[in-house]
């Protein structure tokens, strides 16, 4: 059963989500000739001054 796991740093609305998942896990299942109901997906949402890229805090930029 594939796993599709997203880490962000910006909130998305429960709308958002909903087509993110919906959206995400039809094209994983069409991959792996699985229906949709195989389809795992789990969205951590991170605050940007827990992120680091080039070696200063998301937040910072």
């Known amino acids: 059963m594939p796993l599709i796991t997203v880490e962000a ?10 087509k993110l998942i919906e959206d995400a896990s039809q094209i994983v299942a069409d991959a792996f000739g699985l229906p ?8 951590y949402e991170n605050k940007p001054e ?7 805090p998301v937040s910072e930029n």
Not at 9 to 18: A, N
């Open 9 to 18: 740093s910006k909130s998305l609305s429960k709308e958002d989500k909903k």
């Open 36 to 43: 949709v109901q195989a389809i795992t997906m789990i969205i």
């Open 50 to 56: 827990n992120i680091g890229v080039g070696g200063k």
